[in-house]
């Protein structure tokens, strides 16, 4: 099972970016999907999150109004559209997938690193 993060690299504030997910190994139709991150030297933090019938979605703050996340489950892949990025933003971006379980993700994806120039 893996879950294979794309579509990071360096842009100026004010920038876009569009990250990819593609997971294989299994569905993750029935997973609410999401988007952590971490910047360096501090712990990783909730960024969004989807559910598995896509009808719902939860941003952190720092995130609403800016970012967009969405899935494609026939692609087993989802998406976050980052826009008016900020230098605060610079962090190794995750996805993530929970399957509903106490004890917290179930699956974690490889990271790409966003850089925000100021």
């Known amino acids: 099972v893996q879950l294979q993060a794309s579509g990071g690299g360096l842009v100026q504030a004010g920038g876009s970016l569009r990250l990819s997910c593609a997971a294989s190994?299994?569905?993750?139709?029935?997973?609410?999907m999401g988007w952590f991150r971490q910047a360096p030297g501090k712990e990783r933090e909730f960024v969004t999150a989807i559910s598995w019938s896509g009808d719902k979605t939860y941003y952190a703050d720092s995130a609403k109004g800016r970012f967009t996340i969405s899935r494609d489950s026939p692609k087993n892949s989802i998406y976050l559209q980052m826009n008016s990025l900020k230098p605060e933003d610079t962090a190794v971006y995750y996805c993530?997938?929970?399957?509903?379980?106490?004890?917290?993700?179930?699956?974690w994806g490889t990271g790409t690193l966003v850089t925000v120039s100021s």
């Open positions: 993530s997938a929970w399957g509903g379980s106490l004890s917290g993700i179930d699956y």
């Open positions: 190994g299994r569905s993750f139709s029935r997973y609410t």
